[in-house]
């Protein structure tokens, strides 16, 4: 099954910009980033997965997945928090199985309706709701948040397990959730368009008897358009065992992940984000 995996990942990149999974966030949706300016290569996993994640027809935010660790990189989106309801029902996508399938999300229990011979592939290709089932000290952790989002539709699409990692329930429920609520809230003021990277720095534990990498840390950027001659940033980063999230520029924390992921150089924005 991997090889077949591999071999229609290998032939969808002849498909240039077409459905969901994509060989290049620039030509395909590179609207959820800065000057249209995804993160530099060093946070590329060995097998990555660009995904303009689809929902109803309509991309509404990036992320690019690790097929090896099934997490998510990153995931990059336009700051727009609205008043609509929570959701609470998950998705899976479907092209991470194979590229023929529909480029929209689906739920799970959907999808397997449609395909019940494609169940081994589809917990191949990337987690799945039983894997984040009975976890101890730690929950799905959505790196773009819903409450970042401005209507139903658009936050349902964050409810995809792409988007979601193995985060400290003490963290994702405090310091983390005060930062998504409150600190970006005030951050924003003042902000045209605000862009954001939120994302996740692969541990060496991992959940779900080893399918399912547990981060060692989370981090989150983003760049505030004030007009077109001002500009501003900010950063924080979290370990994924502790409620505490420390405040950085946007230039300390990309130090931070070129140390972590041992890299000379990593860039979350184009150069004219403000570095400090």
Same mark, same amino acid.
């Given at each position: 099954m991997l090889l077949v995996l591999l071999l229609a990942g290998l032939a969808w990149q002849n498909v240039p910009g077409h459905g969901e999974v994509v060989t290049s966030f620039k030509d395909a949706c590179p609207q959820f980033f800065f000057r249209e300016t995804p993160p530099s290569i060093g946070l590329e996993p060995p097998c990555p997965a660009r995904i303009c994640q689809r929902y109803k027809n309509q991309y509404r935010f990036a992320?690019?997945?690790?097929?090896?660790?099934?997490?998510? /990189?990153?995931?990059?989106?336009?700051?727009?928090?609205?008043?609509?309801?929570?959701?609470?029902?998950?998705? /899976?996508?479907?092209?991470?199985?194979? &590229?023929?399938?529909?480029?929209?999300?689906?739920?799970?229990?959907?999808?397997?309706?449609?395909?019940?011979?494609?169940?081994?592939?589809?917990?191949?290709?990337?987690?799945?709701?039983?894997?984040?089932?009975?976890?101890?000290?730690?929950?799905?952790?959505? &790196?773009?948040?819903?409450?970042?989002?401005?209507?139903?539709?658009?936050?349902?699409?964050?409810?995809?397990?792409?988007n979601i990692v193995p985060q400290h329930i003490n963290l994702n429920g405090g310091a983390w959730n005060n930062y998504e609520q409150s600190t970006m809230a005030s951050k924003t003021e003042g902000c045209?368009?605000?862009?954001? /990277?939120?994302?996740? /720095?692969p541990g060496n534990n991992f959940i779900a008897k080893g399918r399912v990498n547990k981060p060692s840390h989370v981090w989150s950027a983003a760049c505030c358009v004030i007009d077109n001659n001002h500009l501003r940033s900010w950063a924080i980063i979290a370990r994924n065992d502790e409620n505490v999230v420390l405040t950085l520029t946007l230039g300390e924390l990309e130090r931070k992940l070129a140390e972590l992921y041992n890299r000379n150089d990593i860039f979350l924005f184009d150069s004219d984000c403000p570095r400090e």
């Open positions: 992320t690019l997945y690790d097929r090896d660790n099934r997490i998510p /990189v990153y995931s990059a989106y336009i700051y727009n928090p609205g008043t609509a309801k929570r959701p609470s029902t998950w998705t /899976v996508e479907p092209q991470l199985i194979d &590229l023929t399938f529909q480029p929209d999300m689906e739920t799970e229990w959907t999808f397997l309706q449609k395909h019940s011979a494609h169940e081994e592939a589809l917990e191949g290709s990337q987690a799945v709701l039983r894997d984040y089932k009975n976890l101890s000290g730690f929950n799905r952790g959505h &790196l773009n948040p819903n409450s970042h989002q401005p209507d139903l539709d658009a936050k349902s699409s964050t409810f995809t397990l792409t045209k368009e605000t862009f954001a /990277v939120v994302g996740a /720095v």
